[in-house]
């Protein structure tokens, strides 16, 4: 059982210890993994090209009329490594490997004018290189020799036992959202504003960690996300209820009266959550869509600070919802780092950018541990959202390429 | 069901088959059809014959510059976000690719993509011929830092312009910019498009730091054009160089062999201004101080000493009472050749509102100047100072936004990238 202070740190560090070991097992050729070197100015590149003929090597060279042409089709099983050049293909910029419907090896940012490589260890099979929006976008290659493990099998093991993580992450988070709602009711019904307040601080975050999920339940009597985190204009006055709600009697109003209803009902309504939750699965690309989803949330309310109009604690929110969104990430990043290495690397880079840039605002200065959002400066704002748009669009890419694996 | 379900309702509904199993059918079906592999990403065929509207890409200078000018402008400025140069140039590539797609009335990539993809070209813009469009793209004085390696390769005719009179009303957000990329075309969806697909492209390496739409040319580029009027309703560049005169091109446009930087002959340089213009309390002038404040009829377009637009005005002329016809302060007059040791620049500007100003209530309205040239430094800069020092319009308009932008030549044909020369 994780523990709650522990968890960030912690999940941050699986991420880097991802990435050694990940980028370790494509140096050593882990069946169907690849590793790419970023794109060059093809001029920087041109003295690279290999000697023709070597058999573990593919010069391919991509045109607007001839599509990926490659020097040779059939290779022997074992480490093959793809040089790239786009010449003119202005409509290309990026070429796949691909077994069936899955996509074994890529290289992507590859615009006329520029080089690139992948490497990826092939066995015995039919194999594509395709090169979308060409004039003859797919080439068949053959491959013989000794066979070995399967791929496709690891591939699916690691997709399944990240979804399984995520699963457990969820109902860790649910687990912590009921003992801290249930702290935050009982404070209600005290006579402390100020640990009132603290208390609701400490709930918050474990409701934003998994927004998506409770999202989700969004049917009849099940509207769950309404009930627990409608803002005063979501619903009509009379309905208003909630986490928020009760926000607005402690940092607004600076009372306890008449909040002990709504924490009993918030406690209610999280304890459905975790009896609906508990029954869920979830599939890869749900992972990869719900971290998606986060990171909307993010610039969509946290960063206007909407969300927290009354404690101005939208930073401790954003940083939630990008904790949801990297343990998703992180999750998928296993099978993720065996379909498209570069774009995995991406994606992590993006967001160690936005977690260094979201550390810069932590402070001591008030239980959040973030600074209150009126302290923001309109510069910061765009720097904020900048980088949250930097993380969503490579990791727009992820559910496609994990629904194919 | 919907033939196609948002993230959102896709995340629900299939978070949903594990709560009831009653609905794991139905929900099975939606989860199966957004995994199912899309139709080929080939971009659909334009519905429109692909050679109408459009302006060749490729070519010794930019289009968008001597090209005669659109009726819609969209324009940003970027600051580079990466700290890496290869990021830069595979950004700077994909731009051109993607310039190459547009200018020819083409997506950027695949509308129609894998259902659990988002589409690569945004889309507004299918159906939509190429409408004329240009993209030109231009490297600010900022990107010469110390970032990129590329302080050695900084023109002497970038420098930064100096503050001129009357500058103390510019606004820093509006202002500058590592980048800029000018889109114009007759649509102004085609033109917006490509602004953003541009702003996509460069998620992660660059962001927006300031756009400008406008939406009626104010300047004739071509003898076949005539000349549109300003929000003042004034013509004001009836004496723009033209495409068809290659001999101004060549004096005044083009940077030539005098430049020092080589990876700069066959550009220009570009100067931006946004000139608010407070045309409420225009509008309250009598119409012969209208008048002398350009120099022009308001109707006709033709100069004070003139009966048609294209008379050449005579600064020599004088009325009755012996004061010049066109006066000391006229605009016209101040931004002639005459005026400028025979100095002139290529306008390219166009007319912008961006709704009103809160503080007041007033429009914001007037004109995204824009203007090419071989050296700011023999002829913005000069013609500048002198009209912010002495013209009559001074009154009337307020410059809030300043930038200045290297554009280098043209690309060869694909294969070439903005910048190519620069780095190499």
Partial sequence: ?405 | MPPRASRRQLLGRALGVAVGAGAAGAAGFGVARATEPGPAATPAAPQHDPTADIVPFYGAHQAGIATPAQDRLAFAAFDVTTASVQDLQVLLGTWSAAAAQLTRGLPVGAVETDPQSPPIDTGEAEGLSAARLTITVGFGPSLFDQRFGLSAKRPAALADLPTLPGDGTLVPARSGGDLCVQACADDPTVAFHAIRNFARLARGKAVIRWSQLGFGRTSATSVGQQTERNLMGFKDGTRNIKAETGADLDGYVWVGAEGEQSWMRGGSYLVARRIRMLIESWDTDRLADQENVFGRFKTSGAPLTGKAESDTPDFAAEGADGRPVIPVGAHIRLAAPETNGGQKILRRGYSYTDGIDTATGLLDAGLFFIAYQKDPRAQFVPIQTRLAQHDNLNEYIRHTGSALFAVPPGLAAAGDWWGKALFG
């Fill in chain 1, 1 to 405: 059982m994780k523990t709650t202070s522990a968890l960030s740190a912690r999940s941050r560090a699986a991420f880097s210890g991802l990435a050694v070991t990940a980028l370790a097992a494509g140096a050593l050729t882990a069946c169907g993994s690849s590793k790419s070197a970023k794109s060059e100015p093809s001029q920087a590149a041109a003295a690279s090209s290999s000697p023709a003929g070597d058999p573990h090597k593919a010069v391919v060279t991509v045109t607007a009329a001839g599509g990926c042409a490659v020097d040779h089709t059939d290779f022997p099983a074992g480490q093959v490594t793809f040089d790239i050049s786009n010449k003119d293909a202005t409509a290309v910029s990026e070429i796949e490997l691909q077994s069936g419907q899955r996509i074994i090896g890529e290289k992507e940012n590859l615009p006329p004018g520029f080089n690139g490589s992948f490497t990826v260890a092939l066995e015995a099979g039919s194999y594509s290189l395709v090169c979308p929006g060409s004039g003859q976008p797919t080439r068949q290659l053959t491959v013989t020799g000794a066979a070995s493990t399967s791929a496709d099998a690891d591939l699916s093991t690691l997709l399944t036992q990240g979804a399984k993580e995520y699963k457990t992450y969820v109902d860790t988070q649910v687990g912590y959202l009921v003992q801290t709602t249930q702290a935050l009711d009982s404070s209600l019904k005290g006579a402390d504003l100020v640990a009132a307040q603290k208390a609701y601080m400490k709930a918050r975050p474990y409701y934003e960690k998994i927004e998506p999920v409770a999202e989700s339940f969004a049917v009849g009597n099940d509207d769950l996300d309404k009930a627990l985190d409608a803002r005063a204009d979501d619903v009509p006055p009379a309905e208003w209820a909630g986490f928020h709600r009760i926000e607005k009697g402690l940092f607004e109003d600076k009372s306890l009266a008449g909040l002990a209803a709504y924490g009993d009902a918030l406690v209610t309504d999280v304890q459905k959550l975790q009896g609906l939750t508990a029954a869920l699965e979830y599939k890869p690309f749900e992972l990869a869509n719900g971290a998606q989803e986060l990171l909307d949330e993010v610039s969509k309310t946290k960063v206007t600070g909407e969300e927290e109009r009354y404690s101005h604690i939208d930073l401790l929110d954003f940083q939630s919802n990008v904790e949801g969104s990297e343990q998703a990430f992180a999750d998928l990043r296993p099978a993720l780092q065996k379909i498209d290495p570069a774009l995995t690397g991406t994606i992590a880079d993006a967001f160690s950018a936005l977690d260094k840039l979201l550390d810069t605002y932590r402070t001591g200065d008030n239980p959040s541990g973030f600074v209150l959002y009126g302290t923001l400066k309109d510069t910061d704002k765009p720097k904020l959202v900048a980088a949250v748009k930097a993380v969503q669009e490579p990791l727009s890419q992820v559910a496609a390429k994990v629904t194919k694996a």
